[in-house]
């Protein structure tokens, strides 16, 4: 049942047994893992693209969550361009509130609480909320839902802006959040959250950005529709470059903004492309098990070969593309990565050895597995070396390919 509008789910990719994808692992730890089966599927009412099966948020979203947003200085950058757009805009009245939905370490409110604006962060999450908390964010541990909104109302007042990054997919129960966000908001406040865009992972075969924390995958045309359900209006969108390609929404109450022409755009754009349609996505399904077997091969015969493939960027979509291609540490030495926290442990699942990221070059292996494939750029613009020393990156998005 559609875990928006209560229609039927018609599942379209099945991506098998799967591990918490932020799960990494002590090496000593010889307690079972949590697994699930990660399938997606569509609402024939409403058109929502969401898990079949959900995960308990406490096993997701925890004390040693390892995830940090201002880990890349691309997504720095993106942060702080948002707070200063949301500072002239939005937040230029007097005595203007922000409230963000899982502010990880802070980075985005940072900007805003150096200029003076009054904000809240509410991230559930100890670890990181005690980061953003060093760095001088004001932040609530807990989850948002409509109890939180109510008593954060209580104490600070309406706000004008609540917003979400790379969080508001991750909450199946969106009755209770936007039940939470009509307490909150003031009159004329948004609501805006920019998530993974359905139309960039059909198009790219992006099927890594489907894991345990993405619950749902939005298109303009599932969040209007979700949007409506519950009294508000889909009034802009944006197409973002960052994580592989997203889309900022931004919601309003029925009636209290005209929707930006953008809007209408992209709607039109995805009735071109066909994405509500169920066989749009069976397609993208066959493509995902494509890619399996074309990076699979191509692992094996680089093992008979005997070159050395390790991967890059231990990343939380990497556990999907690990646990469904079948690829452990027969297949790649281990995988190197700038997170203190994942180094030293095991990749979910698959139980790679996971490295920090100077032993890339101890020496350099034969090939990479990209597996941060979203920050392609930054990362081949740092490791310039090992392409001059004759290493060759793996890519699988869109398709498998050598460079």
Not at 344 to 367: M, Q
Request: charged residues 25%.
């Amino acid at each position: 049942m559609c875990r928006v509008c209560g229609g039927s789910v018609e599942e379209f990719l099945d991506l098998g047994r799967q591990p918490l994808s932020d799960a990494f692992r002590d090496p000593a730890d010889t307690r079972p893992e949590y697994f699930f089966r990660l399938a997606v599927g569509q609402c024939a009412t409403c058109t929502m693209v969401q898990l079949v099966e959900e995960v308990p948020r406490e096993r997701m979203f925890h004390e040693d969550y390892p995830y940090h947003s201002s880990g890349s200085a691309v997504m720095r950058e993106h942060f702080q361009r948002l707070a200063g757009r949301l500072l002239e805009t939005e937040l230029s009245g007097a005595d203007p509130f922000v409230v963000e939905i899982g502010c990880n370490d802070g980075i985005m409110l940072r900007t805003i609480g150096q200029a003076g604006v009054r904000h809240l962060g509410v991230e559930p999450s100890g670890g990181v909320a005690e980061v953003a908390r060093s760095n001088g964010v004001n932040v609530r541990t807990d989850f948002f839902q409509e109890s939180t909104a109510v008593e954060v109302r209580e104490e600070h007042g309406p706000a004008d802006v609540i917003y979400a990054a790379n969080t508001f997919c991750h909450i199946p129960y969106v009755e209770s959040i936007f039940a939470g966000i009509d307490a909150l908001l003031g009159p004329d406040g948004v609501f805006v959250f920019e998530d993974p865009y359905l139309g960039d992972i059909v198009a790219k075969t992006s099927f890594d950005q489907i894991y345990d924390e993405h619950f749902y995958l939005f298109s303009a045309r599932s969040v209007a529709a979700m949007a409506r359900h519950f009294g508000f209006e889909l009034v802009d969108v944006e197409r973002l470059e960052v994580h592989g390609g997203e889309v900022r929404y931004t919601l309003a109450r029925l009636g209290a903004r005209t929707p930006a022409p953008a809007v209408a755009e992209l709607l039109a754009e995805e009735e071109e492309a066909d994405l509500a349609n169920l066989t749009t996505l069976r397609r993208f399904a066959g493509n995902v098990h494509t890619i399996r077997d074309d990076l699979r091969t191509l692992l094996k015969d680089l093992r008979a070969q005997g070159k050395r493939v390790v991967a890059y960027g231990a990343t939380a979509k990497s556990a999907t593309v690990a646990n469904f291609c079948g690829i452990g540490p027969d297949l790649v030495e281990f995988v190197c990565d700038t997170t203190p926290a994942k180094q030293g442990r095991l990749t979910p699942g698959s139980h790679i050895p996971v490295r920090p990221a100077d032993a890339f070059a101890e020496p350099y292996p034969d090939y990479a597995l990209l597996f941060a494939w979203n920050h392609a750029e930054e990362i081949m613009g740092k490791e310039q070396e090992y392409e001059q020393a004759g290493g060759r990156w793996i890519l699988y998005v869109p398709k498998v390919t050598v460079e």
